[in-house]
């Protein structure tokens, strides 16, 4: 069984008069489908704190047992989606016993539709995730493709499927972006003139990571685009042709040394790069997304 603490930042919290006891999310899976409700109700309580204690992949009567034990101690609701009944039946009858709230956010609805079909429920959770796995893992992708965006959590870059690498202003973001909808989880790592690569990169397997190459003009076009765009007057050292044509070398000397696989994404539609990349992944490492390792 897990267990997560609702987060908020030190100035969304309340002062001590608007708090109040917590609640308990009850999940034989994710808890997904309940924390989306939970928080839907609260922020019609803007005013107040109520922290949000998820339990998750409850399987066992000695771990209800465990969670009104908690919820008793605490005076804490509990908000359940246990789609088990012998395991809904339990939560609900040791909550009246130890004086505990608890609130069914899925019997109702189950028993209804038993009743109305003649058919019982399967009783298994996560199935919703299960019959729609392609869904939630490209949207696991988009989540993980943003938070990695221009080199950040550069510790987590063996978790991606393809990691980006190139100077700036060569289209990492939205080709990072499209790949994410299409399932895959991207990093990109941005080349800077005297900043070295995080070391991760050097330790990952070099088949995963892709090197953007791009032409000095067309890289021109966009960084004076970007200046023009940052209401930055005049030339400057990021559109400055002796340095950004050493961005160049340093990038592909970088890319030889890793012996990374190199695209060019000079005049190509982001679809066309995109493809090739996927095409290079399924060929070099025989994987689909999410399953390069």
């Not at 397997?205 to 970007?226: D, K, T």
Request: net charge positive.
């Amino acid at each position: 069984m897990r267990s997560e603490k609702r987060k908020s930042s030190a100035e969304d919290q309340p002062d001590e008069r608007g708090k109040t006891s917590p609640v308990y999310l009850v999940s034989g899976a994710s808890g997904a489908s309940g924390e989306h409700l939970i928080e839907t109700v609260l922020a019609q309580f803007p005013g107040i704190h109520v922290p949000v204690i998820k339990m998750t992949h409850v399987r066992q009567k000695a771990q209800v047992k465990d969670i009104i034990r908690k919820a008793s101690k605490t005076e804490g609701t509990i908000v359940h989606t246990l789609v088990n009944a012998g395991l809904r039946r339990a939560l609900i009858s040791l909550g009246e016993q130890h004086g505990v709230m608890t609130i069914d956010l899925m019997g109702g609805l189950l028993d209804r539709l038993e009743h109305v079909s003649g058919c019982p429920p399967k009783g298994k959770p996560g199935l919703y995730r299960k019959l729609h796995k392609e869904y939630f893992d490209r949207i696991a992708a988009i989540e993980f493709t943003m938070a990695h965006d221009d080199g950040q959590r550069p510790h987590d870059l063996p978790s991606a499927d393809i990691v980006l690498t190139g100077v700036s202003r060569c289209g990492k973001t939205p080709l990072s972006m499209y790949l994410a909808v299409h399932g895959w989880k991207v990093a990109n790592v941005p080349l800077v003139l005297e900043v070295p690569p995080p070391e991760e990169l050097s330790k990952i397997n070099r088949r995963r990571v892709i090197g953007l190459s791009i032409a000095y003009e067309h890289l021109m076009v966009h960084r004076r685009e970007r200046q023009a765009g940052m209401g930055i007057p005049g030339p400057s050292k990021y559109t400055d042709r002796a340095t950004v044509l050493q961005e160049l070398e340093a990038a592909r000397r970088f890319f030889k040394k890793g012996g990374f696989h190199v695209v060019s994404v000079t005049d190509k539609p982001i679809e066309s790069i995109a493809e090739e990349i996927i095409e290079y992944m399924n060929m070099n490492l025989q994987c689909k997304p999410g399953k390069s390792r």
